[in-house]
């Protein structure tokens, strides 16, 4: 893997990423040999400002049709910016893009650190993730995945060859937390660290890794009339991302009392519980199903 | 003890969303008027006026448009001409004194409870601008004894009224409730409830107060404002080269003392505490204090006496 980009800032006010990238950019880490490093700034104007986004949010911008959509002078900032970094990256689904494209995120979610991508296959994503765990003593590490088809995968990620985001969880939007800053910066050093390795020919052991498939979304209970929510969620689930939700366990508590429970009919792992940024989107947690998948070894071909 | 005779509160005004992403206040007004839809002005002991400060704000979940509106209550502000092209906050403002105030006049509302959250380990903090208003104070007091399950404290600005810039200096007894830690843009059950509870004691105690309960005065203590502390910053951007050191992030009225840890750099060095006076550190890692240039502020501890009150009987 000869190409790998770590982007931070791609919500701007997600700080521990925006930090990061600052960070390497100025102790110039970019060009640790066998593999160049592109260290960038995914949305500044969004940086500059602290807010999520300036008109749209980013990292809904890299579907195929969004990165072919014709943009001008009048296109949201976000469509113009994914289609810039889809030149500089990719281009998405081509030979010429990035080899791995880490994309660092915060959740104000209790949910440790998070691989985020779209494949359940892909072994190099899978491989890193197992090598987080096995090195990183005092932060989860989980490996979470959306299972959409390429074309329609809508996040920075999915521009490179292989991709992911990698979530740190919990800090508020706007706060850098120093321990949530260093197990960001601890991930990014391993992962870079185990693409040297496996460039410099080290074989790495299959085994299994737990993936987290997203199921669904649920959404807070809210007044018809005016769409405001009625509850929040309750403190048996608030900060317990990855733990089993029964059917019958509690999820919300009305701002006047009430439990409402988990009405679905499978146990299913909630994660992204009470995160800032998908009020708007309707999404008060969301469930997936976890299951174990075998990874074969894997080796680079350093035969030349 | 001798007790000081006060006047009977007629209302109260309670006042979420002076920062439209301070969710809880929001909220809980939000549920105060649904309660009064159901149950009409018996929903409460006592008058109660419920507002939300903010709408705009609120409705874009931001914590202003055009200016904190937490700092448009100073006299200077409220007595200044109002344009088409004034701060959309500064208008609010003068509405809201028209509504609660006039500000430092005798049609002012009795006391206004302004609703607030921090990302900062507060707990229950309650917020005055004088050490001398036993009403608040002894409002204080009672909440510290009926509120268990996190820690009740009070803190003191020390302002003069008419230079007070926050909504709560508007009535003639005001503080401020703040509770943390919450994300903004963020509603936890559990904060949500602390806020509540601080909210239904304060009605009780105006309510029982109003009645002839005698409450006993005494010590108690407070921590009184004394400066702020802002981050280790680049020369040139001025952006942030530090956070929080691992040591302090959470410890809200600590005992800062000289050579504890402060700051932890980007780049791994850690940054200490030089004074020689320990002092208390608050408001640890605030939001919204990153562009205000503030991490965290200090407090000295103090202990305040406050009489014996009752209401005074007609």
Same mark, same amino acid.
């Given at each position: 893997?000869?190409?790998?980009?770590?982007?931070?800032?791609?919500?701007?006010?997600?700080?521990?990423?925006?930090?990061?990238?600052?960070?390497?950019?100025?102790?110039?880490?970019?060009?640790?040999?066998?593999?160049?490093?592109?260290?960038?700034?995914?949305?500044?104007?969004?940086? #500059?400002?602290?807010?999520?986004?300036?008109?749209?949010?980013?990292?809904?911008?890299?579907?195929?049709?969004?990165?072919?959509?014709?943009?001008?002078?009048?296109?949201?900032?976000?469509?113009?910016?994914?289609?810039?970094?889809?030149?500089?990256?990719?281009?998405?689904?081509?030979?010429?893009?990035?080899?791995?494209?880490?994309?660092? /995120?915060?959740?104000?979610?209790?949910?440790?650190?998070?691989?985020?991508?779209?494949?359940?296959?892909?072994?190099?994503?899978?491989?890193?993730?197992?090598?987080?765990?096995?090195?990183?003593?005092?932060?989860?590490?989980?490996?979470?995945?959306?299972?959409?088809?390429?074309?329609?995968?809508?996040?920075?990620?999915?521009?490179?060859? /292989?991709?992911?985001?990698?979530?740190?969880?919990?800090?508020? /939007?706007?706060?850098?937390?120093?321990?949530?800053?260093?197990?960001? #910066?601890?991930?990014? #050093?391993?992962?870079?660290?185990?693409?040297?390795?496996?460039?410099?020919?080290?074989?790495?052991?299959?085994?299994?890794?737990?993936?987290?498939?997203?199921?669904?979304?649920?959404?807070?209970?809210?007044?018809?009339?005016?769409?405001?929510?009625?509850?929040?969620?309750?403190?048996?689930? #608030?900060?317990?991302?990855?733990?089993?939700?029964?059917?019958?366990?509690?999820?919300?508590?009305?701002?006047?009392?009430?439990?409402?429970?988990?009405?679905?009919?499978?146990?299913?792992?909630?994660?992204?519980?009470?995160?800032?940024?998908?009020?708007?989107?309707?999404?008060?947690?969301?469930?997936?199903?976890?299951?174990?998948?075998?990874?074969?070894?894997?080796?680079?071909?350093?035969?030349? | 003890?001798?007790?000081?005779?006060?006047?009977?509160?007629?209302?109260?005004?309670?006042?979420?969303?002076?920062?439209?992403?301070?969710?809880?206040?929001?909220?809980?007004?939000?549920?105060?008027?649904?309660?009064?839809?159901?149950?009409?002005?018996? $929903?409460? *002991?006592?008058?109660?006026?419920?507002?939300?400060?903010?709408?705009?704000?609120?409705?874009?979940?931001?914590?202003?448009?055009?200016?904190?509106?937490?700092?448009? &209550?100073?006299?200077?502000?409220?007595?200044?001409?109002?344009?088409?092209?004034?701060?959309?906050?500064?208008?609010? $403002?003068?509405?809201?004194?028209?509504?609660?105030?006039?500000?430092?006049?005798?049609?002012?509302?009795?006391?206004?409870?302004?609703?607030?959250?921090?990302?900062?380990?507060?707990?229950?903090?309650?917020?005055?601008?004088?050490?001398?208003?036993?009403?608040?104070?002894?409002?204080?007091?009672?909440?510290?004894?009926?509120?268990?399950?996190?820690?009740?404290?009070?803190?003191?600005?020390?302002?003069?009224?008419? @230079?007070?810039?926050?909504? @709560?200096?508007?009535?003639?007894?005001?503080?401020?409730?703040?509770?943390?830690?919450?994300? %903004?843009?963020?509603?936890? $059950?559990?904060?949500?409830?602390?806020?509540?509870?601080?909210?239904?004691?304060?009605?009780?105690?105006? %309510?029982?107060?109003?009645?002839?309960?005698? &409450?006993?005065?005494?010590?108690?203590? $407070?921590?009184?404002?004394?400066?702020?502390? @802002?981050?280790?910053?680049? *020369?040139?951007?001025?952006?942030?080269?530090?956070?929080?050191?691992?040591?302090?992030?959470?410890?809200?009225?600590?005992?800062?003392?000289?050579? @504890? *840890?402060?700051?932890?750099?980007?780049?791994?060095?850690?940054?200490?505490?030089?004074?020689?006076?320990?002092?208390?550190?608050?408001?640890?890692?605030?939001?919204?204090?990153?562009?205000?240039?503030?991490?965290?502020?200090?407090?000295?501890?103090?202990?305040?006496?406050?009489?014996?009150?009752?209401?005074?009987?007609?």
């Amino acid at each position: 893997m000869s190409r790998v980009a770590v982007c931070g800032g791609t919500h701007g006010n997600e700080l521990s990423g925006i930090y990061l990238v600052r960070e390497r950019l100025k102790r110039r880490e970019d060009g640790i040999e066998p593999v160049s490093v592109v260290t960038l700034m995914s949305n500044p104007r969004a940086v #500059q400002l602290c807010v999520r986004y300036v008109e749209t949010d980013l990292n809904r911008c890299f579907t195929r049709a969004a990165l072919s959509a014709p943009v001008s002078e009048h296109s949201p900032y976000e469509m113009i910016r994914s289609q810039e970094l889809n030149a500089l990256l990719g281009p998405k689904g081509s030979a010429q893009a990035v080899d791995l494209l880490c994309d660092l /995120h915060n959740t104000t979610a209790n949910t440790g650190l998070c691989l985020i991508t779209h494949s359940d296959r892909d072994w190099i994503c899978l491989h890193i993730c197992k090598h987080l765990q096995r090195e990183m003593a005092s932060t989860p590490v989980r490996y979470v995945h959306f299972d959409i088809p390429l074309d329609e995968a809508y996040s920075l990620d999915s521009v490179g060859k /292989h991709g992911f985001a990698m979530e740190v969880g919990p800090q508020p /939007h706007g706060v850098v937390r120093s321990v949530i800053f260093s197990a960001m #910066q601890e991930g990014v #050093q391993l992962m870079l660290d185990w693409i040297c390795q496996f460039n410099s020919g080290t074989l790495f052991e299959g085994g299994s890794v737990d993936v987290f498939t997203m199921v669904k979304n649920i959404d807070y209970p809210r007044d018809p009339r005016t769409h405001m929510i009625t509850a929040a969620v309750h403190p048996d689930l #608030q900060d317990r991302d990855f733990c089993l939700l029964h059917p019958g366990d509690p999820m919300f508590l009305s701002f006047s009392g009430e439990t409402l429970r988990y009405k679905g009919k499978e146990a299913l792992y909630p994660f992204f519980i009470n995160e800032a940024a998908y009020y708007e989107k309707g999404v008060a947690l969301s469930l997936a199903r976890k299951r174990r998948v075998e990874i074969p070894s894997v080796r680079s071909d350093t035969r030349r | 003890m001798a007790s000081a005779f006060l006047p009977a509160l007629g209302r109260l005004a309670v006042c979420g969303g002076t920062h439209g992403n301070e969710l809880s206040g929001v909220y809980l007004v939000q549920e105060m008027e649904r309660q009064r839809k159901e149950k009409g002005d018996g $929903a409460w *002991p006592i008058p109660v006026t419920t507002v939300l400060s903010n709408p705009r704000a609120v409705k874009e979940c931001r914590r202003y448009i055009d200016t904190d509106m937490n700092r448009c &209550f100073s006299r200077a502000m409220l007595s200044s001409p109002i344009t088409d092209s004034s701060p959309y906050e500064l208008q609010r $403002a003068q509405e809201l004194n028209n509504l609660l105030g006039p500000k430092e006049s005798a049609d002012a509302i009795d006391m206004i409870c302004d609703l607030h959250n921090t990302t900062s380990n507060m707990g229950l903090t309650l917020i005055h601008y004088t050490s001398s208003d036993w009403v608040t104070l002894h409002i204080c007091k009672y909440l510290q004894t009926k509120i268990t399950k996190v820690p009740v404290r009070v803190l003191v600005l020390d302002f003069q009224i008419s @230079d007070a810039y926050s909504s @709560d200096s508007v009535s003639k007894h005001g503080f401020t409730i703040e509770v943390g830690p919450q994300p %903004h843009g963020v509603v936890r $059950a559990d904060i949500y409830f602390i806020m509540k509870e601080a909210v239904d004691m304060t009605i009780d105690w105006i %309510h029982k107060f109003n009645s002839g309960t005698v &409450f006993e005065g005494g010590d108690m203590e $407070a921590f009184k404002f004394i400066k702020s502390i @802002d981050y280790p910053r680049d *020369p040139e951007t001025r952006t942030l080269t530090a956070a929080i050191h691992p040591q302090l992030q959470d410890r809200d009225f600590c005992l800062l003392k000289r050579g @504890d *840890p402060l700051f932890l750099s980007f780049s791994g060095e850690t940054v200490k505490y030089e004074e020689e006076e320990p002092l208390h550190p608050f408001f640890i890692n605030e939001c919204a204090y990153y562009e205000k240039g503030m991490a965290f502020h200090l407090a000295k501890r103090l202990t305040l006496t406050i009489p014996t009150v009752q209401v005074q009987k007609h």
